[in-house]
C-alpha cells in the first residue's frame, strides 16, 4: 500500500476483506484467526504479531464497519477517547476534526446515542484522526447511507488523503470507491483476484458488470447477487 494514496478494496460479502482488515490492524486474534501464510510488514518490519494498541502507535488506524461509537457518551468525550497516541496534541487535533466535521463542532455536547447514522460514522472516522494516523483503513464506511451523506464521506477521505494519510477503503459501492482511489484490488473467496489502477478497473468489464451493474458495452443494470458465483471465479482465475 503507497503512503500517500487512496486504495479500494473491492469484493462480496464473505470474499475476506474484512478478515484482510483484521490481519492489518492486529484485530486477527480476538477473532481466533490467525495469519498462516505470509506476513505484514510496516517499514520493513512485521506487524501481524502486534497488539491492536501496537499497531496504533505505529500509525495505523481502522474505522469498524457499523458507526461504532460510545453510545452514552457525547461527541468530544468520544473524540479524546481516540487521542490517547498524541495527547499533547489533543486540542489541536480536535479543532481539526471539528473543521474536518463542523457537525460535530455543533454537536459536540450531544450524546452520540442520538447522533444520526450519518454523524455516527463522522465520529468514528474523526475519533480515528485523532490519533494521527498515516494509515486509515475504512470498512464500509458510507453502508446504509443516504446518498448526500455518502457524498459527504467520499470527500470527507478525499481531504484526509490530502492532508497526508494514505487510505484504504473497504466498500460494496465500487464506483464512489473507484472514483476517488488511486489503485483497486477486487477479492473473491479470501485472495486478490483483480489488481489495477482504480481507473482501469472502472472500465474492466467484468468489475463494470459485477460491481458497477453494467453489462459490457450496454447501459442495462444487473445486480451482483444474480451473476452465478462459478462464472465469477472462472472468469477472474482464467
Known sequence: MPEDGIVALL???GAGKTTLLRALTGLLDIHHGEVAKGRVTLDDKPIHRMSPERVVKQGVRQVLEGRRVFVELNVEENLKVGAHTARSRM?????????????????RAATAGYLSGGEQQMLAIGRAMMSEPRYLLLDEPTLGLAPKMVENIRDVVLEINKGGTAVLLVEQNATMALSIAHHGYVMETGRVVLDKPAAALLKDDDVREFYLGLHPGEDGRKSFRD???YRRKKRWSA
Open 11 to 13: 469484493g462480496s460479502n
Open 227 to 229: 451473476t452465478k458465483h
Open 91 to 107: 486540542a489541536d487535533n480536535l479543532e481539526r476534526v471539528y473543521a474536518l466535521f463542523p457537525v460535530l463542532g455543533d454537536r
